[in-house]
């Protein structure tokens, strides 16, 4: 069974509402957000029969905070734009919700970090084809890291210069706001056997001066089984160092799930239903190796579909608690506001 057959399998199981490209296309390995306009969706909505227990309850109010959301998004684009010209029809705009948990049992304590993410970038067709509007909890580097202490979002305008390259203009919100611009490249690249996915990034931001990250991704099928390598580097000139990180993957994926940013590549979270082995080197400088993790994960869907959980068991060894095997254990949940839950009448 090939992937693409995979995912034909399980999103009619399933009943999913996300609409994959073609089945011929490599790319349909992977669940992207629907197509349809904010004007359709607010209408299956309001075109939604009645809830009757309290899963339907449940998928009821996820409907009704993605159509509302909708709205804002129709209302401003349609303010923005030119009153003498034809109105465009508005894409609707995807946006994720998730809570990430990261705990390590070390001697003489614990470690526990809770991260909170968010991801919406709006397309804004009467206000200009190429320009979105995005608001984001990510770093600007968009690296594979580890659960963060606290969540800072940004939001700024995104103009996409050319095919697979975009420039970001924004401010993180902090205590004072701090502005930066990035230059951003990254594609799907097919060869053969394996799927490349590469990225470059160059960024600026007033708090932590220039820099730039690189990273390449390498993807290897059979049937349901995924061999992954990932490796990543980033320098700022403010440190002057290099960071890096090796990623290895091998997992069976039964599902899968078009990342919100790269680094989901390496921490598998573009994995929505599967479960493998996770292997991480990564160092503080370019000749150097500070950290070595080994885990084993699992995500799933749950029975609403739009909400995915996921555990991960893992062992770590850092340099800077003398290589101690310290345990711990990642637990993640994922909210979805991709379509509707439920289909109209």
Avoid at 113 to 119: R, S
Avoid at 187 to 210: C, H, M, N, R
Avoid at 331 to 339: I, K, M, N, S
């Amino acid at each position: 069974m090939t992937a693409g057959e995979v995912i034909a399998e399980e999103q009619a199981v399933n009943g999913m509402a996300q609409q994959p490209v073609a089945a011929t296309s490599r790319e349909s390995r992977r669940y992207r957000p629907t197509t349809l306009s904010t004007e359709e969706i607010r209408a299956r909505n309001a075109d939604a029969p009645h809830p009757l227990d309290f899963r339907q309850r449940v998928d009821h109010t996820h409907d009704r905070i993605y159509a509302w959301t909708q709205s804002g998004v129709q209302g401003l684009d349609h303010w923005a734009a030119d009153k003498d010209k034809p109105l465009k029809p508005v894409p609707a705009a995807p946006f994720r919700l998730s809570v990430d948990s990261g705990w390590i049992k070390r001697e003489g304590g614990s470690d526990f970090e809770l991260d909170m993410d968010f991801d919406i970038a709006l397309k804004l067709p009467n206000l200009e084809e190429r320009l979105r509007i995005f608001i984001t909890s990510g770093e600007l580097d968009e690296a594979p890291e580890d659960v963060r202490d606290q969540s800072r979002l940004s939001a700024g305008l995104r103009y996409q210069l050319f095919r697979h390259l975009d420039f970001d203009l924004g401010v993180r919100l902090d205590a004072p706001p701090v502005p930066f611009a990035a230059l951003k490249w990254t594609e799907q690249i097919d060869l053969g056997s394996w799927d490349f996915y590469p990225f470059a990034k160059i960024f600026v931001e007033t708090e932590e001066s220039v820099g730039y990250a690189a990273a390449a991704t390498f993807d290897r099928w059979s049937g349901r089984h995924l061999f992954r390598t990932s490796t990543y580097a980033k320098w700022r000139a403010d440190r002057d160092r290099t960071q890096w990180s090796e990623t290895l993957i091998y997992a069976r994926a039964l599902q899968l799930i078009v990342p919100d940013r790269y680094g989901s590549y390496p921490r598998a979270n573009d994995i929505g239903h599967g479960y493998g082995l996770r292997l991480l080197a990564s160092g503080e400088t370019g000749r150097s190796i500070d950290r070595y993790e080994a885990g084993i994960f699992y995500r799933r869907p749950t029975r609403l579909r739009w909400l995915y959980w996921s555990v991960e068991p893992m062992v770590r060894w850092s340099r800077e608690y003398d290589w101690n095997a310290d345990p711990g254990v990642r637990l993640g949940l994922e909210a979805l506001f991709w379509d509707l839950a439920r289909s109209g009448r």
